[in-house]
């Protein structure tokens, strides 16, 4: 955490034209060069702090909070730096940031969980009658099953969501 805050001063002397860290000398220029807001990299380190602090999330709208800092912030940036701002494509890529990040929880559960995590949302676990010893076990079960099947047809949703960006930025 100290050392966040340390990056987070950082990052604020490089919006300043005052950084000293060869990072953020680097990081000046290109958000000088490509004008990219302080939000969004205050929301990365937001993101960073959140994974220090919470190892549970109750709901899929706390998980969503998460991923607002950790993984839509990024591709915000990617589509600033390629000269996109529409607000339009930047909430699709809410929607595609948010379903690459499940994607990656979903097949980092095994081990998360042997780090103390778990990206799952507990009221889903608890809807499917599903324990985190199931999960850890790699119990295949038919409620497991199911879980899983809600998990990833949700993150389907996401990148289906996400189509419209795809399609412009990708053409």
């Known amino acids: 955490a100290r050392e966040l805050d340390q990056w987070e001063e950082q990052l604020h002397r490089a919006y300043r034209g005052q950084a000293d860290h060869p990072v953020f000398v680097a990081l000046a220029d290109t958000i000088r060069r490509f004008a990219l807001p302080l939000p969004e990299l205050?929301?990365?380190?937001?993101?960073?702090?959140?994974?220090?602090?919470?190892?549970r999330f109750a709901t899929i709208g706390e998980l969503r909070q998460y991923t607002a800092q950790a993984a839509e912030p990024v591709a915000h940036l990617f589509?600033?730096?390629?000269?996109?701002?529409?607000?339009?494509?930047?909430?699709?890529?809410?929607?595609?940031?948010?379903?690459?990040?499940?994607?990656?929880?979903l097949q980092d559960i095994p081990a998360d969980l042997?780090?103390?995590?778990?990206?799952?949302?507990?009221?889903d676990l608890r809807h499917f009658g599903v324990s985190e010893d199931d999960l850890a076990q790699?119990?295949?079960?038919?409620?497991?099953?199911?879980?899983?099947?809600?998990?990833?047809?949700?993150?389907?949703?996401?990148?289906?969501?996400?189509?419209?960006l795809v399609d412009t930025v990708g053409a």
């Not at 205050?42 to 190892?55: I, K, Q, V, Y």
Request: glycine fraction near 6%; charged fraction near 25%; charge should be positive.
């Open 138 to 164: 790699r119990r295949n079960t038919a409620a497991t099953a199911a879980l899983l099947r809600y998990e990833v047809a949700r993150t389907r949703a996401l990148f289906e969501r996400a189509r419209p």
């Open 114 to 123: 042997a780090r103390g995590r778990l990206y799952l949302p507990g009221e």
């Open 42 to 55: 205050t929301a990365l380190l937001s993101g960073f702090r959140t994974d220090l602090e919470a190892h």
């Open 79 to 105: 589509l600033m730096i390629a000269g996109y701002r529409t607000p339009a494509l930047l909430a699709y890529s809410d929607d595609l940031a948010t379903a690459l990040a499940l994607t990656r929880l």
